[in-house]
């Protein structure tokens, strides 16, 4: 099947399940990146429930096939730092091919319900596909309260290229900053590590948490995100690899001048 044909049987397959989009998603029909952006936009707003066979077998051709053509990147080939356990690059998260990618999540862990939404959250489930979703609500189901900031929850990684997606979620910054907020910073980094020596992962990505729509100044993130891992490290062995994933020039300058 050609990639415009599965785009058409996916946004049909949602549209059925969604039928109150209908009207909306005529909007989108004609092109195929019109059509493709209508699926991101149904994928991010269906929300977590059993899914068919069918729509599954073509969502991970699709994203399968998608990440292929952005190009898988292999943390194991990324040049180190000062530290040779640490990395630091700038790109797309959802590219890294590590054993677990961090995602800064909020305190529903269902991903972002925006469509098409530009944060990192949208971005991971948006590429993991409609599974991340459903494993993530089975986990809120089982927890029966919301995630609490500084904590840290795995979940598989389906067509990411990474195994696993540790989910944390950050402080929100209203205002001058505190030392609550820089200590429940500090104690994402923490979580994630810990569960990921925990399952033996060898490598994790990060993030910069907290820093885009929470608002947490990125200097001193940055700040606190090298320091809590740098400690981690200097206690554990199990973690080979840990790479600090910018997406902004200004990120990668603060890092930069910690790291290198």
Not at 48 to 60: A, C, G, I
Not at 113 to 129: E, L, M, Q, T, Y
């Amino acid at each position: 099947m050609q990639r415009s044909e599965m785009i058409g049987r996916l946004n049909e397959m949602l549209l059925k399940e969604l039928p109150q989009y209908n009207e909306q998603a005529k909007a989108f029909m004609g092109d195929i990146d019109s059509e493709r952006r209508l699926l991101r936009s149904l994928m991010n707003v269906r929300p977590p429930m059993t899914v068919s066979e069918e729509f599954l077998m073509l969502q991970d051709a699709l994203l399968l096939q998608e990440r292929e053509e952005r190009g898988v990147v292999d943390v194991g080939a990324l040049p180190t730092t000062a530290n040779p356990r640490i990395v630091l690059w700038q790109g797309d998260i959802t590219r890294l091919k590590a054993e677990a990618i961090v995602n800064a999540a909020n305190s529903a862990m269902l991903g972002c319900f925006v469509p098409c939404h530009r944060c990192i959250d949208n971005a991971i489930h948006s590429s993991a596909g409609v599974q991340l979703r459903q494993e993530c609500h089975e986990l809120m189901k089982s927890q029966g309260v919301e995630e609490t900031t500084g904590c840290a929850k795995i979940t598989a990684g389906y067509n990411l290229p990474a195994k696993y997606v540790l989910h944390t979620v950050g402080p929100i910054i209203n205002g001058n900053l505190t030392q609550q907020s820089c200590d429940e910073l500090a104690n994402c980094y923490r979580a994630c590590l810990s569960l990921a020596a925990e399952h033996d992962l060898a490598s994790i990505a990060f993030c910069c948490i907290s820093t885009g729509e929470y608002h947490f100044p990125q200097q001193r993130a940055a700040e606190i995100a090298v320091q809590t891992v740098n400690d981690f490290l200097c206690t554990d062995e199990k973690i080979q690899k840990v790479v600090f994933n910018v997406f902004t020039q200004e990120d990668w300058v603060f890092y930069k001048n910690l790291l290198l």
